[in-house]
């Protein structure tokens, strides 16, 4: 999905480039995070990632996992970040037309789910040792990587924002356009599906509410209301 970069007027007619602030709180950059590390993980990653929407699925997981993460201090970034950026790399192993099968609705693969998850650990473990990454960190990120998808409870709060940030991605705009193309679904009933497959199965406080305002925003997306409007 494309996000609208450039204004398409400037109806106050005024210059106000001065007043707008180089930084601000919730505004987040990838590549110096853990100084620079995740920059150097992306491009061993990426070439992982190119199925199912994975790539940009990653980045937004990614930006999630880090607002999560303000809200608990008590976690190790350097494992939940390395861990929620290669989270989904195995799933370059697993035979491209049966990938949507592993989580299709009303059936669903656990067998491809569990090949993929290790897989990715397989593959997160070279990655992590070429990033110079090993030790008893990497032995923890390999360790939520496998199982992010089939275990249904947390090892750790590290492992708890990783599955957040996971599913809450369901809930974004890119999300619900991925999940509208992968099963044939109007935006109401992908809206409906994620939410049921989102919203019950979180672990943080912080993303329960993130999911429920993303879900809000969107439903009033879908109100007769304001597809009236005229506006994007």
């Known amino acids: 999905m494309s996000s609208k970069l ?16 180089s930084e601000a709180e919730g505004v987040l950059s990838l590549g110096e995070e853990l100084g620079g590390e995740l920059a150097r993980i992306w491009p061993l990653a990426v070439r992982h990632l190119r199925v199912r929407s994975n790539d940009a699925h990653t980045l937004y997981a990614v930006a999630i996992a880090r607002s999560l993460l303000a809200a608990h201090p008590e976690a190790d970034a350097s494992v939940v970040l390395p861990a929620i950026m290669l989270h989904d790399v195995g799933w370059s192993e697993v035979p491209p037309d049966e990938v949507l099968e592993a989580i299709a ?3 669903g693969r656990p067998d491809l789910v569990l090949l993929h998850e290790k897989e990715g650990a397989r593959l997160a473990s070279g990655i992590l040792s070429a990033a110079g990454i090993g030790g008893e960190r990497a032995a923890r990120i390999l ?11 947390a090892l750790s709060i590290e492992d708890a924002i990783v599955k957040d940030a996971d599913k809450t991605w369901r809930l974004t705009p890119h999300g619900l356009d991925t999940v509208m193309d992968w099963f044939g679904l109007d935006r109401a009933a992908a809206l409906r599906l994620c939410s049921s497959r989102v919203h019950a199965h979180l672990f943080t406080d912080a993303a329960k509410a993130l999911a429920r305002g993303l879900a809000a925003i969107e439903s009033a997306n879908l109100w007769d209301e304001r597809r009236a409007l005229e506006l994007p």
Do not use: K, T, Y
Not at 6 to 18: F, I, K, Q, T, Y
């Open 6 to 21: 450039s204004p398409a007027a400037n109806c106050l007619g005024r210059d106000l480039a001065s007043h707008v602030p």
């Open 105 to 107: 609705p009303g059936g």
């Open 143 to 153: 360790e939520i990587i496998d199982g992010h998808d089939s275990r249904h409870e």
